[in-house]
């Protein structure tokens, strides 16, 4: 009885910010979508404050519907939601530290355009309610989201072996972890 009243409560307020911000999570959407490809566009969404501010509500609100929409029970849908605001805290403070000891920006832009692929995978993992087979989709996001991320850390003249260190602690690591937490 209380997993009713809490799905319908998660409902509502999923409900409620969607109507609240329609327009910014379409145009969000559109962005995220328009930009999957081509690292110049990202950058262009990432430069106008209005643009990212669209993409940031949209994975507000697209980001906990696909959980909701794929987990069993509001506490497994808690559980998750926790655990990945908790590690994408931690994973952006450690970027925040690569930029401030390498004096650049690249590590904050590559947080800022993961955001992108993040709405892109949970639009996958939403429609993962429908079909099982869309979650398999959810590696095209992925694979993108590592092409793009080789682009800005080897337009930053960092080499191969420093790519494949921040690709082992930052990428890698957190999730083997979070898969030998949970198998």
């Not at 509001?74 to 931690?90: C, D, K, M, N, T």
């Not at 832009?109 to 979650?135: D, E, K, P, Q, T």
Request: hydrophobic share 60%; proline share 3%; aromatic share 18%.
């Amino acid at each position: 009885m209380v997993d009713r009243y809490a799905d319908m409560a998660i409902v509502i307020v999923l409900v409620v910010f969607f109507l609240v911000a329609t327009v910014r999570i379409l145009e969000g959407l559109f962005r995220s979508f328009h930009s999957f490809f081509f690292l110049k566009r990202q950058e262009e969404v990432d430069d106008e404050l209005t643009l990212s501010s669209s993409r940031n509500i949209t994975a507000l609100f697209i980001y906990p519907a696909a959980l909701f929409a794929v987990s069993p029970s509001p506490r497994i849908f808690a559980f998750l939601l926790i655990g990945s605001i908790a590690y994408l805290a931690v994973k952006y403070g450690f970027m925040a530290i690569l930029d401030y000891v390498n004096r650049t920006a690249a590590f904050k832009f590559i947080g800022r355009m993961g955001i992108n692929y993040l709405i892109s995978a949970s639009a996958m993992l939403f429609l993962a309610r429908i079909n099982i087979w869309f979650s398999a989709l959810c590696i095209i996001p992925a694979i993108m989201y590592l092409i793009m991320e080789a682009k800005v850390v080897f337009k930053n003249n960092f080499s191969v072996f420093f790519y494949i260190l921040y690709l082992c602690t930052l990428e890698l690591l957190p999730a083997v972890l979070l898969f030998r937490l949970f198998v």
